[in-house]
């Protein structure tokens, strides 16, 4: 059962006093003894590589891995043993991520910052069990969103909701950026052999080649505009939302633009100041955060694309996590065993990046979308209470595709000097059953990587083998060095049986849980994101600035040259 509990609403006030020291001295100071134990032990495991304990037990991989149905975790090729494994479940227990779980779970406003509950859970609900959110059900108001969304989707999909002059409509562009983009973005690529609705366009760049590039191809009379931001105020979403409304004015008239437009937000007043008819705005609540919203009403563009019956099953896929991550031992728990694998890299091997490399060329923006869930939700230099971090918190968090990434930058991931964890992605079966042997090739190439990763090539091997190429001696010792892959480079595996909507769910809450459970345990607030705010500010005075309407004497000599540099000659 997943723990949405009935319960009375604790003041805000009392909540954000709750969460702001959430660990008591006691707690807090058994968090920081274990944290120095792993490191201990750590630097004894350090003299150890993965070959040697792969070497030295032969059900390595059976005791480091684990599983929610089809979906396999093999964290075996990461180097740590049964003593680091039991420290990092103290370390989560100690730092309270049981509770903080249910604690979310349950609507209680911990997202101490903004005084906000965080219930990205409860859009994906399906156990029919009330969510509480200030001591009312959410639910309710969740379905039926839900449910208009449906009914404006079967009707952009049938045609019964037509462009201004009665054509079904062709092309849906999609406005938005952050999480009003990379979510619905990367999921439509992901679902494309469910896409039976419209063509999908993604617009998020205030780089007017974005939108440009975009309406160019397009037809204005059968193209629909939706335009996503959560608050309605962000600046590239504006500007390419007016954009967009000229193109439709400029070409089909004043009178068309209602008929061409939708919008989903949760500034209900902004929207309607904007000029979008009331029935073709979704809403959703301040307790979604921008980066995990795709499953609220900024999923609407997949939902057109695939339909509505697709669509419930990718939510019914993330509710299966959520259980999951509900219910499950800590020991047998996915996101928090990633979660654990990721802490022990980031904080106690020093690893400061991790690769993302899905082997499923439709999860190519899968990277994209996991650096602002990962990198907005961890970045973060103070713990709840203001204090300075303890530990090192968020990795730098990248990739691409396998094969393709194979042919770029796993020199790098091989030879070079900063040791990488990898985090690879990959289906039993692809989509395409007569490519099978595709597939195969593909499979083959991931367990290559992780193999070659962990295992690397020691010199004498290298040398036995320039050797047995009938190279002089000279030219074996002369190459040899340059053949040398040190191994002992760390990597998970994820497997599932097919990339589905439900599978794609389960995957996207499963990583979202495991930002999670690494925010609880730095002690961080991962729902906030008060680090994008400076450079909006700064941006905003710098305007008028390229301008020329104001001067720019009040700026640092760099940024004066810049401006300079670049303001428009005459
Ligand atoms: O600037 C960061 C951010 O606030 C993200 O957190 C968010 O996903 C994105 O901008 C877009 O915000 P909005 O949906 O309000 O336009």
């Excluded at 059976?62 to 964290?75: C, E, I, M, P, V």
């Excluded at 059900?137 to 201004?164: E, K, N, T, Y």
């Excluded at 031992?329 to 802490?343: E, R, S, T, Y």
């Excluded at 049986?497 to 849980?513: K, S, V």
Aim: aromatic share 6%.
């Amino acid at each position: 059962m997943c723990r949405v509990v009935l319960r009375r609403k604790p003041s805000s006030k009392a909540s954000a006093r709750r969460f702001s020291s959430i660990l008591s001295g006691e707690k807090q100071m058994a968090r920081l003894a274990t944290f120095g134990a792993l490191k201990t032990h750590a630097q004894a495991l350090g003299s150890t590589t993965l070959r040697a304990l792969f070497a030295a037990d032969d059900s390595r991989f059976d005791r480091f891995s684990a599983r929610a149905d089809d979906l396999l975790l093999d964290y075996s090729k990461t180097l740590l043993d049964d003593t680091a494994l039991d420290l990092l479940l103290k370390l989560a227990e100690e730092a309270g991520v049981t509770a903080r779980r249910d604690a979310m779970f349950a609507g209680e406003k911990i997202n101490s910052t903004e005084d906000r509950a965080v219930l990205h859970t409860a859009l994906r609900n399906r156990s029919g069990e009330p969510v509480m959110v200030d001591g009312e059900d959410v639910m309710p108001d969740v379905l039926s969103v839900l449910d208009a969304m449906a009914d404006f989707a079967d009707g952009i999909r049938s045609g019964d909701i037509a462009a201004h002059d009665g054509q079904p409509f062709t092309d849906v562009v999609n406005i938005g950026i952050g999480g009003s983009d990379l979510g619905p973005a990367m999921v439509t690529l992901a679902l494309s052999p469910w896409h039976d609705g419209p063509a999908l366009h993604y617009v998020s760049n205030v780089d007017g080649a974005h939108i440009a590039d975009t309406l160019d191809a397009l037809d204005p009379a059968t193209t629909l505009v939706i335009v996503a931001s959560k608050t309605f105020t962000t600046i590239e979403t504006m500007t390419n939302a007016l954009t967009a409304r000229k193109w439709i004015a400029d070409t089909l008239g004043e009178e068309a633009v209602g008929a061409h437009f939708a919008a989903v937000s949760t500034a209900l007043d902004k929207v309607a100041a904007f000029g979008i008819e009331e029935d073709r705005v979704f809403g959703f609540w301040d307790w979604v955060g921008g980066r995990y919203s795709v499953w609220s009403a900024i999923g609407l563009p997949v939902m057109i694309a695939v339909g509505p019956d697709a669509f419930a099953e990718f939510l019914e896929g993330a509710h299966a996590m959520d259980r999951h991550f509900a219910d499950t031992p800590l020991k047998d728990n996915l996101p928090v065993l990633m979660a654990l694998v990721g802490v022990w890299n980031r904080d106690c091997m020093g690893h400061s990046a991790r690769a993302v490399l899905p082997y499923d060329q439709r999860l190519s923006r899968l990277p994209a979308y996991l650096q602002q869930l990962d990198m907005e939700s961890n970045g973060k230099r103070v713990q709840l209470d203001g204090t300075p971090v303890d530990e090192d918190t968020g990795p730098l968090v990248w990739g691409e595709p396998g094969t393709n990434g194979q042919h770029a930058f796993y020199q790098l991931l091989h030879q070079g000097t900063t040791v990488i964890p990898c985090e690879f992605i990959v289906a039993v079966r692809g989509q395409e059953d007569d490519l099978a042997h595709h597939h195969e090739l593909l499979v083959s190439n991931c367990l290559a990587q992780s193999e070659a990763l962990m295992m690397g090539r020691t010199l004498e091997e290298a040398t036995a083998q320039l050797a047995a190429r009938g190279l002089s001696a000279d030219e074996v010792a002369r190459l040899a060095p340059h053949k040398v892959f040190p191994g002992n480079r760390p990597s998970i595996t994820l497997v599932h049986d097919q990339l589905t909507p439900f599978a794609l769910g389960r995957l996207i809450a499963l990583y979202e849980h495991r930002v999670f459970v690494e925010g609880v345990i730095w002690g961080i607030n991962s729902f906030d994101q008060w680090g994008v705010e400076l450079g909006k500010e700064l941006a905003l005075a710098l305007q008028p600035m390229i301008q020329g309407k104001v001067s720019a004497e009040s700026k640092d000599s760099s940024t004066r040259g810049l401006l300079k540099a670049l303001r428009p000659q005459g």
